[in-house]
């Protein structure tokens, strides 16, 4: 989750859960997806049999030094790797699954240190492309207090990072129709070199469904963000339109209610209306920052909706930066843990139990600053549902 101010932080992360609330998660994930315990060379070999492939912005967010300060009076500011897609892919990389970025970065300083922390993260940077322009980074003031406001961008103007450059025609559509799953968001719809790069990695994972060939399941992420698009009653129809391309949906109850006119209260309370809304999709995910998440499933054949409600964990919160990417992360890899999306729906429990473990890995994100450095292994997030009664 990228770091602007309030109103743009749609995806909130976990907070503290509230007293007296605990759902049982089942096994650990090392156990609970086997009959008998799994040992740890097996759960690394099925780990590392599957590929995720990500495409969108790697940015910095360049957080000011001096706490009170407007943009003119600050002296100085502390970059920090993020990025929708780029947390998900160390996010997914660190809990050990084969994650490919794809994305486009400056031949500058920043570029070369977000190839290096990348790779560092057992990323595969192989198609990551590289151009003249820079490397994005926003700059976000924080009040006395801590609150971040988004204060413009750094080195150029939006349309003009390395981002927006994308170069569809040298995306590896073969690997993407090969993967397992394909994320991306939705920023990337807002300038034509990247929009075009987005609409042709999803057209060639959906190319890989045949029965010659396993499915790669599209995973959308709408990750709304006012300050990239500048017509914002045209990047509602852009994005509503792209979002029925996806296998699953990830949204949080501020954007259902923006993108589908569904009431905040109402996509948390009932995810099934969300799920209504997007027909060809078999599930969403909302997340609603310290009130939980909720999930909605199609059944295998169509009959009936899987869903339900699952609360936050009881964390020491140092920064709420990147948990929804974590959060999504957690899930991806408990449903190809599972054996995909077809299968996790075959089993209610197992679906309930898959956005447990999301939220235990949004939680872990919450306990370190900075939306890399503090996503946690499964061993990390299994201790939290441990420590929350979740794990028996």
């Known amino acids: 989750m990228s770091t602007y101010s309030k109103s743009f932080a749609l995806h909130r992360g976990p907070q503290p859960l509230q007293t007296g609330q605990h759902l049982r998660f089942g096994k650990p994930i090392s156990r609970s997806l086997n009959s008998?315990?799994?040992?740890?060379?097996?759960?690394?070999?099925?780990?590392?049999?599957?590929?995720?492939?990500?495409?969108?912005?790697?940015?910095?967010?360049?957080?000011?030094?001096?706490?009170?300060?407007?943009?003119?009076?600050?002296?100085?500011?502390?970059?920090?790797?993020?990025?929708?897609?780029?947390?998900?892919a160390t996010g997914i990389a660190r809990l050990g699954l084969h994650t490919v970025f794809l994305t486009a970065l400056g031949h500058d300083d920043l570029g070369e240190k977000f190839i290096k922390l990348l790779q560092d993260r057992n990323v595969d940077t192989k198609y990551v492309q590289r151009n003249s322009h820079p490397t994005r980074d926003v700059l976000v003031t924080r009040s006395l207090d801590g609150d971040r406001t988004f204060a413009g961008f750094g080195a150029a103007k939006t349309t003009e990072y390395a981002d927006c450059f994308v170069d569809a025609s040298k995306l590896p559509t073969d690997v993407i129709a090969s993967a397992d799953v394909l994320v991306t968001g939705t920023l990337g719809l807002a300038y034509p070199g990247s929009a075009e790069a987005i609409r042709s990695a999803v057209s060639a994972a959906k190319s890989s469904a045949s029965p010659q060939q396993k499915n790669c399941s599209v995973i959308i992420d709408v990750n709304w963000r006012p300050v990239f698009w500048k017509d914002l009653e045209k990047a509602r129809e852009i994005v509503k339109d792209f979002v029925p391309l996806a296998d699953i949906l990830k949204v949080t109850d501020e954007e259902a209610e923006w993108l589908f006119d569904i009431p905040a209260e109402q996509a948390l309370q009932h995810p099934e209306k969300v799920l209504n809304a997007v027909?060809?999709?078999?599930?969403?995910?909302?997340?609603?920052?310290?009130?939980?998440?909720?999930?909605?499933?199609?059944?295998?054949?169509?009959?009936?909706?899987?869903?339900?409600?699952?609360?936050?964990?009881?964390?020491?919160?140092?920064?709420?930066?990147?948990?929804?990417?974590?959060?999504?992360?957690?899930?991806?890899?408990?449903?190809?843990?599972?054996?995909?999306v077809l299968e996790l729906v075959a089993d209610p429990e197992k679906v309930h139990r898959a956005v447990q473990f999301a939220t235990a890995c949004g939680a872990a994100t919450c306990t370190k600053p900075g939306a890399i450095d503090s996503q946690p292994t499964v061993k990390e997030a299994e201790a939290l549902l441990q420590a929350a009664g979740w794990n028996k």
């Open 36 to 88: 008998g315990k799994m040992q740890q060379h097996v759960y690394t070999k099925a780990a590392s049999e599957h590929t995720v492939i990500t495409i969108g912005e790697a940015l910095y967010d360049c957080l000011a030094d001096q706490l009170g300060k407007s943009k003119e009076d600050v002296t100085s500011w502390t970059p920090y790797p993020g990025g929708a897609p780029a947390n998900v």
């Open 279 to 340: 027909s060809d999709a078999r599930g969403v995910l909302v997340s609603a920052g310290e009130k939980g998440s909720a999930y909605a499933f199609r059944s295998p054949g169509g009959k009936m909706d899987i869903s339900g409600i699952v609360p936050v964990l009881d964390v020491k919160v140092a920064d709420t930066t990147g948990a929804g990417d974590a959060y999504l992360s957690g899930f991806i890899m408990y449903m190809l843990l599972s054996g995909g």
